[in-house]
């Protein structure tokens, strides 16, 4: 990774909505790279900011909701300032996004066959049958069975987790450099989803592709991602290679995120939990935002906001878990 | 001894037309098609106790559940919660509700959070007065990881994870006897995910509730399930005690599950996804259905369907291992 310039760079990304009730900051100064080829794995609590972040990377933030301060550079063009249809054309050419809303990026009445073929012609110059050929290709790839007969149904005739394998096909369709993937094998069994991965894995390897995945899945992280950010009420908690994060978590809160993952081995009683939830935006506490569920926090982390160590990797607190001594 | 039983569900069958439009059909020759989705499943599950059930994408999961709570007849076969003693000694029907696999097609999004909730409370008359109402409404959504004051809100201005907690709060509002959970967690990070499993814990011990838990995670359905079911393309293939099945799984395809989970602590970044196509439920392989993937497919295994058999308390559709 080094020396390479980063495909995507987010610099001190501020997102708030405005709402009769005041500005609440839902994306507080996030900084990230993402490498050609590279896969950033995005974990957090939910309602942390990780679907905002993807949203407002490719620019389709919902008003009230808007960018109120930072910088999206993608290969080199900064990205945040586009006109609304010069962004249209960097998404599905240059990004392909899966939502973690399969229903919502699926026309009702719109064959899946038709969607896909369309996607298809908008950004590649590819014919009718060619395209066609390829719709059927990509479901495949995805693996839905059956793809020749699939293709001319509509979205309500395929489960949940087809839906969302075709929300993927369409979000590959154009053979975009970076792929912002929310939750996608998030209603997919373990099979398919080791599918999945792969695929996106083959993608990064074979074309460079880079990718942001956000997953609630730490096996499908551990499993699939480069590097890890780890989110926690609007702000980037954490962030490093994939093994030094799962294994020797150095943010308190990671550190309790990896500890409720319940385990294959045994069936415990009562799953080890974070007491409390993450404040709401508008009532984040001054300093550190995970201060009141802290077993660690001191005086200092009420007052003074912790931030990641400059370079980036490491965690944004002023008394990180100890490193372990190496084995 | 054991629990009386809560839902008995015989031969249920659900069957949909996937024909080409009938003009088309018509001009091209083309058959009907029909789309096997539950072909034929049939199990009880006692009250208090939780059945899960696992599958790939696309098994039937989520039709299973929608026939359970009655959003979607049955071709064939029936599905009956069975009435239960109260404390008086008469009977009632018990109250079924389904926690949906999408939380954002199942909350309708011009109406306010609290409505949202309130409404089973509003329709059952389950507490008197709008006040009650409202307090109930503060407490679940508590209960949940949600704020009181997020009933004046609009399901749009939530996240994915916080609008499945809206779903469960409503869920739990109705004060059911039986809980038909369709992924109920997916949508949430793991520390949520625990808060939540170890609440549903709680009420089931605490009331009684009976669980049918659909999960692709099985780590989640070990933790929550007493009994398990695996089902492939509209059929059980092994069903028995939760921990019996996870220690020594016995079908050809629970093994294969039980190996493809990722593992955080020691992860394989080189897995391989099981080989083969995933088949259809439109043209069913003929024989066991799993032959195609089935590393140890004999034979009679490409002409004819093993039936599910009893042994041992656990039930395995494999001519194989047995
Ligand atoms: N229109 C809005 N008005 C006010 N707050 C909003 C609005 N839309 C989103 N939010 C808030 O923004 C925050 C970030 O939401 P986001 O969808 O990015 O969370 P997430 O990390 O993706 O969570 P999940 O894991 O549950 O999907 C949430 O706390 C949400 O309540
Ligand atoms: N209304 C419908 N019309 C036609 N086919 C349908 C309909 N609903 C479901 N199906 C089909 O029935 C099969 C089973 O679907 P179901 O939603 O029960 O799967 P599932 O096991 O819940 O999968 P997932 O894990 O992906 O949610 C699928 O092949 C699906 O395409
Ligand atoms: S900065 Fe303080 S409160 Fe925040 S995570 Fe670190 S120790 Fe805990
Ligand atoms: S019956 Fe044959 S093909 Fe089917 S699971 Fe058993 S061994 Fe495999
Ligand atoms: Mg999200
Ligand atoms: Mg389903």
Redesign the pocket.
């Known amino acids: 990774m080094s020396g390479a310039a980063p495909l995507l760079s987010v610099r001190d990304l501020r997102v708030a909505f405005h709402t009769r009730r005041g500005r609440l900051v839902a994306l507080d100064g996030v900084s990230f790279d993402i490498a050609p080829g590279e896969i950033l794995g995005v974990v957090g609590e939910s309602g942390a900011g990780k679907s905002l972040t993807g949203t407002a990377v490719i620019g389709l933030l919902d008003p009230p909701g808007r960018i109120d301060g930072g910088e999206i550079w993608l290969e080199g063009r900064r990205i945040d300032t586009l006109s609304p249809a010069e962004m249209r054309r960097v998404r599905g050419r240059q990004i392909g996004a899966i939502f973690q809303d399969p229903l919502t990026s699926l026309h009702p009445l719109l064959t899946v066959g038709a969607q896909l073929e369309e996607t298809i012609r908008t950004h590649l110059p590819l014919g009718r049958a060619e395209a066609k050929a390829r719709a059927v290709a990509l479901l495949r790839e995805v693996g839905i069975p059956a793809p020749e007969t699939r293709v001319s149904q509509y979205p309500h005739q395929f ?3 087809m839906r969302q394998r075709v929300v993927i096909a369409l979000a590959l369709a154009a053979e975009p450099k970076l792929i912002i993937a929310d939750e996608p094998t998030t ?1 997919l069994d373990v099979s398919i989803q080791a599918q999945i991965t792969a695929l996106l894995r083959r993608l990064c390897r074979t074309h460079g592709t880079g990718v942001m995945l956000v997953t609630h899945d730490m096996g499908v992280i551990a499993e699939t991602a480069d590097r890890v950010a780890v989110m926690y009420a609007g702000r980037l908690v954490e962030l490093g290679a994939v093994d030094q994060v799962v294994r020797a978590p150095r943010h308190p809160y990671t550190a309790g995120l990896m500890a409720s993952i319940p385990r294959m081995g045994k069936r415990e009683d009562v799953l080890a939990q974070i007491e409390g939830s993450m404040p709401r935006l508008g009532a984040i506490p001054p300093g550190c935002a995970f201060s009141p569920r802290c077993p660690s926090a001191s005086a200092r982390c009420m007052v003074e906001v912790p931030v990641l160590p400059a370079g980036g990797a490491g965690a944004a607190c002023w008394h990180p878990v100890a490193e372990p001594a190496h084995v | 001894m054991s629990e009386p039983i809560a839902l008995t569900v015989r031969d249920a069958v659900c069957l949909f037309d996937v024909s080409p439009p009938f003009l088309d059909r018509v001009l091209s020759g083309a058959r009907r098609r029909v789309l096997r989705a539950v072909d034929g499943v049939s199990f009880t599950v006692r009250r208090g106790r939780t059945l899960g059930v696992v599958g790939e ?1 696309g098994c039937g ?2 039709t299973l559940a929608r026939m359970i709570v009655g959003l979607q007849p049955p071709t064939a076969g029936t599905l009956r919660l069975e009435d239960m003693p109260l404390a008086d000694g008469s009977l009632a029907r018990p109250r079924v509700q389904m926690i949906f ?1 999408d939380p954002y097609a199942s909350l309708n999004p011009r109406w306010r959070v609290g409505d949202i909730v309130a409404e089973p409370i509003r329709e059952l008359k389950l507490v008197q007065g709008e006040a009650a109402v409202q307090a109930r409404v503060a407490q679940l959504l508590e209960t949940v990881g949600l704020a009181a004051a997020d009933a004046a809100r609009f399901p749009h201005a939530f996240s994915g994870g916080q609008r499945q907690r809206i779903s469960i709060a409503r869920a739990l509002a109705t004060e059911a006897d039986v809980l038909v959970c ?2 109920p967690t997916s949508a949430l990070d793991v520390s949520v995910q625990a808060q939540i499993l170890n609440l549903m814990r709680r009420l089931q011990a605490e009331l009684g509730l009976t669980y049918i838990l ?1 999960s692709h995670n099985l780590s989640v359905v070990r933790h929550m399930a007493d009994d398990i079911a695996i089902m492939y393309l509209g059929r059980f293939v092994e069903t028995g005690p939760a921990e019996e099945v996870f220690a020594n799984p016995r079908h050809p395809y629970t093994r294969l599950l039980l190996e493809t989970i990722p593992d955080v602590q020691h992860p394989n970044r080189d897995r391989q996804p099981l080989s083969g196509e995933v088949p259809s439920p439109i043209d069913p392989p003929p024989g066991c259905p799993f032959h195609p993937r089935c590393p140890q497919a004999e034979a009679r295994c490409r002409e004819t369907r093993p039936a599910l058999e009893m042994r041992d308390g656990r039930q395995v559709a494999c001519f194989v291992v047995r």
């Open positions: 489960s949940g987790g209603a | 994408s999961k989520s696999q369709d992924e659909i």
